[in-house]
C-alpha cells in the first residue's frame, strides 16, 4: 500500500478543521503573537465569514492577524477564535485517549490508544463530527450527530413535549427524525374541546418552525426529518405541503412507504386510508403510531377514505421531480431487512435518511477513507490494511458508546441495550478513479459487491470479537437476529459470519451505515460518501483573477498528462444515468444493515414518467430509500424537455405571450406584498397615476446566468414600451427566488406608474452595474448581479443597447457561486440559493444534503 505522509492542512480545510473539530480555547484573552485563529473578517449577525491567519500585533484588546493569503487585518481578540489544536495529530491523540479510556484496564487502556492513533493517522479513518468535536474535549458535548425521538403523543402536551425534546437535542448539535403518523388527522373529533383536530401536518409545520428558531440562535443549526406513513388520512397533504410556500420550510420530508402500498400501485388497486378509533378507552395510553401493533391489540380502525394507491404514488412523484421532495422510504421491507425487528422497530430516520431508527436511537458514525487503500504496487484495493481498519474502527465506535454523555436517559437505555454503531465510507470515487473503473459501469457494480461485502464481512467479525470479550448487546436473541433479511444474505455469502455470531455472539445490533461526509469529506480533500464527485473543475475568483481549479486527483493527472482529456473513469454524477446512480446505491445497500445517503441526479430534461420508473427500480432492487435531484427542479421556470442528447441553448429568447387574470388595484397589491395600508386619498391619486394592466401582453423572455443562478426575465409592453416584468431564478421558497420576484414587481409599478420621461432608460441607469458577491462572464457578457440582468434584459428589449450577450456554447464563469463544469458535456451547474453560513450562493445540493462549495456549511453535518 502507498502510504502518504501527513501535511499540514490548507485552505477551505484547515477552515473546517479549525471552526468546526479542533479543540476550543474560550477565553481569547490568551490570544499571542504567533497564534494561529480564525479571525472574523464579516461581522454580519446572519452572514458572518472567517479567515485563518496568524496573530502577528497585538495591543491591549486589537491584535493585527495576517491572513492566509498575505492580507493584514485589524481585529479584537473578542471577535477571534482561538484554538488549543492547531494540527490534525493533536486532534487524532485526543481522539484515540478518549475512546481507549474505557477499557478496563490500563494494559488495554494503551494498548487501544496506541492502535486507534494508527487508526486516525492521515486519515484512514475519519470520525463522524460529533465525535471529532466532543471527544475528550468536554463532558456536556454528545458524540451523537443524530436522533430519532418517538412519535408525538396524540395531545396538546404530547406534541409540547416532543417539540421540548426535538429543542433540546437541537440544541446539543444533534439532528432529529420524527414520524408524525401517531396524530390524528386533519378535521377528527377532538373530543376535549368539543372540536377537530388541525392535522398532523399543521404539527409539522410547528416542528419546522421551532427548527428555523434554533437556525437562527445557534452556532450549529438544527436538521429536522419529518415523515409519514402511507396509511395515513393526511398523507397526500403532506406529500404536497412545500408546494404552498412558508408552511414546512426548515425539514426535509419523506414518505414511509409499505410493500402492499406498492404491490397496490403495481396493480392499479384501490387504498384505504386510515387512522385508530381515538373513542377506544384505551387510545389514550396505547396508541403510539403503530398501527400493525394497534391491529394485533384487536383495537378498532377508523375508515376515512379510499383513494387509488397509484393517485398518491404519482403525487409523491410529481413532489420528487418538481423539488426533490418528498423521499421515500420503503420502511416495512427496511424493518423485514433490520436486525432490530423483533424487538425495536424502525420508525424514522435521520435527517440525511442513511440511518433508519428506533424510538430514541441514535446516530453513531464514523468513516473509513477509502482513498487511501489503493494499493500501487497491485494496482488494487490494499485488502489486509483495509481489513485491520474495519477491525478497529468497529471497537472505535462500540468504545463511543460508553465515551459519550447521555442528556436523555431514554437514549441512554435504548443505545446500550442495543449498541447501534454505523461505520460508513468516503473516498469511494477517488479509489475507483485510481483503480480506473468507471463508477456505474457493469465493472463497478461486481466491485462495489465485492468490496462492501468484504467490509461487512470484516465488521460483523470484529464485533463477534469484541462480543466474545465484553459481551453481546443485551436484547440480542440468536435466533430472531438470524432471521433478519440482512443477516439471511450476510450468511448465506459468507457462512462463516454465522458460525462465529453462534459461538460469540454479537456486539452491535447494526455496524455498517452510508453518511453523506459532507464536512469531514471536504476537510480531507476527497469524495464524499459513497458519491461519485459533482464535477473535477471549477473556476474561482481570487484577488489574482479567474482560476480554473480540478479536485486534486483530476489536477494530478492534467500534470502527468497535459493536453489529454480526462479518461472515460474520470465519471460526475452527471455524467451518470439515473439508473446508474440507483444501481450503485442497490448494489452497497446490499452490504449495509442500516441505510444510505444517496442523491440520483437527473438532467434537467428528466421526466416524471423516467422518475416514476426509478422510483419503483430502487424499490425491486432492494433500496431501503430513494432520494432524486432533478438539475434545476427548484427552481420555478420549469425547462421544457428536449432530447436528452440536446444540450444547447436557444441562440434567441422566445417570444412570449403573459395571460392574466382580472387585475387587482395597483395599491392593492402593495397592500398584500409589503404589508403596508394607504389612506383612500393617497389610493386615488396613485391609480390616477398607474397605466392599467390589459388582460394580454406580449414580449420576451431572456436568459440570463447570474452569479445566482440562470435567471428568466420576461419583458412585457404596454403601448409599445416596457411595462411589466416577471423574474424567475431561485428555488421556490428561497431567499433568492424572494428577492427576485420581489425586484421584478417593483420594477413593474415602476414602468407603469406616473409620466418621468424615459422610464426604461431610468431605469436601466439605476440596475446596470449593481454587483453583489460575485458574477459571471467576461467583458460585454459580464453579469454582475440579478439587477444588472435585468438592466441588460431591458437594454435588449428596447433596443438601448445591442451587444450581444452569452450564448449556449459560451461557458459561463461564476465568482463565489461556483459554476461548475463537467469535462463531458461542458455544461455549467450553479447553486440556486445563498449558504445561510457565509452568505455566498454556493449552497449545492449533494449527497441529499445542503452543502456549502464556499465556506464548507452542511446541513447534515
Known amino acids: 500500500m502507498k502510504t502518504m505522509q501527513s ?43 472567517k479567515e485563518v491567519g496568524e496573530v502577528v500585533k497585538r495591543e491591549g484588546q486589537n491584535v493585527t492577524v495576517k491572513l492566509r493569503n498575505g492580507e493584514l487585518v485589524q481585529s479584537s481578540v473578542e471577535k477571534l477564535t482561538l484554538t488549543i489544536e492547531k494540527t490534525p495529530d493533536e486532534m487524532w491523540s485526543r481522539l484515540a485517549n478518549a475512546m481507549a479510556s474505557v477499557e478496563d484496564t490500563a494494559e488495554k487502556q494503551k494498548e487501544w490508544s496506541e492502535k486507534f492513533r494508527w487508526l486516525l493517522d492521515d486519515w484512514k479513518l475519519v470520525p463522524g463530527g460529533r465525535i471529532a468535536a466532543g471527544a475528550g474535549a468536554s463532558d456536556e458535548l454528545t458524540l451523537f450527530n443524530c436522533y430519532v425521538i418517538p412519535s408525538p403523543h396524540d395531545s396538546r402536551g404530547g406534541i409540547m413535549q416532543t417539540l421540548s425534546e426535538m429543542t433540546e437535542i437541537m440544541a446539543r448539535g444533534g439532528g432529529v427524525g420524527i414520524n408524525l403518523s401517531s396524530l390524528r388527522p386533519r378535521r377528527a373529533i377532538v373530543k376535549g374541546v368539543n372540536g377537530s383536530s388541525s392535522g398532523a401536518v399543521s404539527w409539522g409545520g410547528l416542528f419546522s418552525y421551532t ?3 434554533i437556525e437562527q440562535g445557534g452556532s450549529r443549526r438544527g436538521a429536522l426529518m419529518l415523515m409519514i406513513n402511507d396509511w395515513h388520512p393526511d398523507v397526500q397533504d403532506f406529500i404536497t405541503v412545500k408546494q404552498t410556500m412558508g408552511q414546512v420550510t426548515n425539514a426535509n420530508l419523506s414518505v414511509c412507504v409499505s410493500n402492499a402500498f406498492m404491490q397496490a400501485v403495481k396493480e392499479d388497486a384501490n387504498w384505504d386510508l386510515v387512522f385508530p378509533d381515538a373513542k377506544d378507552p384505551d387510545y389514550d395510553t396505547l396508541w403510539d403510531g403503530d398501527l400493525e401493533k394497534w391491529k394485533k391489540l384487536g383495537k378498532n380502525v377508523t375508515h376515512y377514505r379510499t383513494v387509488r394507491a397509484r393517485e398518491v404514488w404519482n403525487s409523491i412523484i410529481e413532489g420528487a421531480w418538481k423539488s426533490a421532495e418528498p423521499g421515500v422510504v420503503f420502511m416495512e421491507y427496511y424493518n423485514q431487512m433490520s436486525n432490530s425487528w423483533y424487538f425495536n422497530p424502525i420508525i424514522c430516520t435521520n435527517p ?31 485488502w489486509d490494511e483495509l481489513s485491520r481498519v474495519v477491525r478497529y474502527s468497529t471497537r472505535f465506535l462500540d468504545n463511543v458508546i460508553d465515551t459519550t454523555p447521555y442528556h436523555f436517559p431514554e437514549n441512554e437505555k435504548n443505545q446500550k441495550n442495543e449498541r447501534r454503531v454505523g ?10 478513479i485510481r483503480l480506473e473503473v468507471r463508477y456505474g459501469s457493469p465493472e463497478s457494480l461486481e ?31 440468536l435466533e430472531p437476529f438470524m432471521q433478519s433479511g440482512f443477516m439471511k444474505n450476510m450468511v448465506e455469502t459468507y457462512p462463516e459470519v454465522g458460525e462465529a455470531i453462534e459461538k460469540r455472539g454479537m456486539r452491535n445490533v447494526t455496524v455498517i451505515t452510508q453518511a453523506p461526509t459532507g464536512s469531514t469529506g471536504t476537510m480531507v480533500g476527497t469524495s464524499t460518501g459513497i458519491e461519485p464527485y459533482f464535477a473535477f473543475e471549477f473556476f474561482r475568483q481570487s484577488r489574482l483573477g479567474y482560476d480554473k481549479q480540478f479536485v486534486p486527483i483530476a489536477q494530478e493527472w492534467q500534470d502527468a498528462n497535459p493536453g489529454e482529456s480526462l479518461p472515460e473513469w474520470f465519471v460526475t454524477s452527471m455524467d451518470l444515468s439515473a439508473k446508474d446512480h440507483i444501481r450503485a446505491q442497490a448494489a452497497i445497500q446490499r452490504w449495509v444493515d442500516s441505510s444510505i445517503s444517496k442523491t440520483a441526479n437527473c438532467p434537467a430534461d428528466f421526466t416524471v414518467e423516467e422518475t416514476a420508473e426509478l422510483y419503483e427500480l430502487a424499490f425491486e432492487l432492494g433500496c431501503k430509500g430513494v432520494t432524486i435531484y432533478r438539475d434545476g427542479s427548484r427552481d420555478v421556470q420549469v425547462l421544457s424537455t428536449t432530447s436528452k442528447d440536446e444540450k444547447k441553448e436557444e441562440a434567441e429568447a422566445p417570444a412570449a405571450v403573459a395571460v392574466a387574470a382580472p387585475e387587482e388595484s395597483p395599491v392593492e397589491t402593495l397592500n398584500a406584498v409589503l404589508n403596508v395600508s394607504v389612506s383612500p386619498e393617497q ?35 404596454i403601448d409599445g414600451t416596457p411595462g411589466e416584468i416577471f ?101 455549467t451547474y450553479t447553486s440556486k440559493d445563498l449558504c445561510p453560513s457565509c452568505g455566498s450562493a454556493s449552497l449545492l445540493n449533494v449527497e441529499g444534503c445542503k452543502t456549502c462549495g464556499n465556506c464548507g456549511y452542511s446541513k447534515c453535518n
Open 7 to 49: 501535511k499540514r492542512l490548507e485552505g477551505l480545510s484547515e477552515k473546517i478543521f479549525l471552526d468546526r473539530y479542533a479543540r476550543k480555547n474560550a477565553d481569547t484573552n490568551e490570544t499571542k503573537v504567533g497564534d494561529i485563529v480564525l479571525a472574523l473578517t464579516k461581522d454580519d449577525p446572519k452572514f458572518p465569514a
Open 211 to 213: 427548527t428555523g428558531l
Open 352 to 382: 440525511c435518511g442513511e440511518q433508519g431508527l428506533p424510538a430514541w436511537g441514535v446516530c453513531n458514525l464514523s468513516a473509513i477513507n477509502l482513498s487511501k487503500f489503493y494499493d500501487e504496487e497491485t494496482h488494487d484495493v490494499a
Open 423 to 432: 461505520l460508513g465510507t468516503m473516498g469511494l470515487a477517488e479509489l475507483m
Open 447 to 477: 466491485f462495489l459487491d465485492k468490496l462492501y461485502g468484504f467490509m461487512a464481512r470484516e465488521a460483523y467479525l470484529a464485533s463477534t470479537e469484541i462480543a466474545a470479550e465484553k459481551g453481546s448487546f443485551p436484547a440480542f436473541d
Open 683 to 717: 389610493k386615488q391619486v396613485f391609480d390616477k397615476q398607474y397605466k392599467s394592466r390589459p388582460k394580454v401582453l406580449r414580449g420576451a423572455t431572456y436568459k440570463y446566468n447570474t452569479p445566482f443562478g440562470m435567471a428568466y426575465i420576461t419583458v412585457n409592453d
Open 727 to 827: 423574474l424567475n431564478v431561485g428555488k421556490a421558497g428561497s431567499d433568492v427566488f424572494a428577492m427576485a420576484e420581489a425586484l421584478g414587481r417593483v420594477c413593474s409599478l415602476f414602468l407603469r406608474y406616473g409620466d418621468h420621461g424615459n422610464k426604461v432608460q431610468l431605469l436601466v441607469k439605476h440596475l446596470k452595474g449593481i454587483g453583489g458577491s460575485g458574477a459571471v462572464g467576461f467583458g460585454p457578457n459580464r453579469v454582475e448581479s440579478i439587477a444588472d440582468a435585468v438592466a441588460q434584459a431591458l437594454e435588449t428589449h428596447a433596443g438601448i443597447d445591442d451587444h450581444e450577450h452569452a450564448t449556449a456554447t459560451e461557458i459561463p464563469i461564476a465568482a463565489t457561486s461556483y459554476p461548475i463544469v463537467t469535462e463531458k458535456n461542458k455544461i
